[in-house]
């Protein structure tokens, strides 16, 4: 079964600080798809990064970098310097891209990031 | 970049009342699909429609919701009898299944309030 774990309910640091959440998943498939959302106070969904099973490159957009590691099935996002604007929710998710199965996203219970002025 | 519109952003409805929640998905979209979020917690599956009928549901899409795409640009879901834990922010997604992860798209979300 498909699962994601997001264990830091929250969190709070200081602005400038590199803070990092942390993802959990399980699933039996081979073949998936993982994803970064913030939710700021506002209430969209703001899709920060998707990334499939077969690449295992970490990725780094601005201050944001993200470390996937299949060995302990795990998917991190870092975010360097902080700013108080990251103040967000942020959920980890997790997807099956099986052709003949529905790709519907499961997610974690997210982790609630402070940045403090 | 191509959006998924939701509307409205904000519905008040009466409990025991019916609400329909609408969703225009990313035109060339093929896959929908919608989630809730209860106040404070995770989003959660509710339902995905492909092909005009409905491909997987959750337990939480019972005989009170209803999805329909009643024409070519609309994907709407219906609550018949809404009930006070249906309050939630609802979100509706669109894919195509096709470059990198699908094109999935969430729209921005309708917060709806029972009272």
């Known amino acids: 079964a498909q699962k994601v774990t997001q264990a830091q309910t929250e969190i709070s640091v200081v602005e400038k600080e590199d803070v990092t959440l942390d993802c959990v998943y399980e699933t039996r498939d081979t073949t998936y798809y993982l994803f970064w959302y913030k939710q700021p106070p506002s209430g969209e969904l703001v899709f920060l990064i998707r990334r499939n099973s077969f690449d295992e490159q970490n990725e780094i957009s601005g201050r944001y970098s993200w470390n996937f590691q299949k060995s302990t099935s795990s998917f991190n996002f870092t975010i360097t310097a902080s700013q108080v604007v990251d103040s967000a929710v942020y959920f980890c998710a997790l997807s099956e891209a099986n052709e003949n199965r529905d790709d519907k996203i499961i997610f974690g219970k997210g982790t609630r990031l402070h940045i403090l002025p | 970049e191509p959006e998924v519109t939701q509307t409205p952003s904000h519905q008040v409805t009466q409990m025991g009342q019916e609400v329909i929640l609408h969703c225009v998905p990313i035109?060339?979209?093929?896959?929908f699909y919608w989630y809730r979020q209860i106040l404070g917690q995770k989003v959660e599956f509710l339902v995905s429609f492909y092909n005009n009928e409905i491909s997987e549901k959750s337990e939480i899409f019972d005989d009170q919701f209803s999805v329909e795409r009643p024409d070519g640009s609309n994907f709407t879901l219906k609550i018949r009898s809404t009930k006070l834990e249906d309050s939630a922010m609802y979100f509706c997604?669109?894919?195509?299944?096709?470059?990198?992860?699908?094109?999935?798209?969430f729209g921005s979300g309708t917060r709806l309030t029972v009272v």
């Open positions: 997604a669109s894919s195509d299944r096709t470059g990198e992860g699908y094109g999935y798209t």
């Open positions: 035109s060339n979209h093929l896959y």
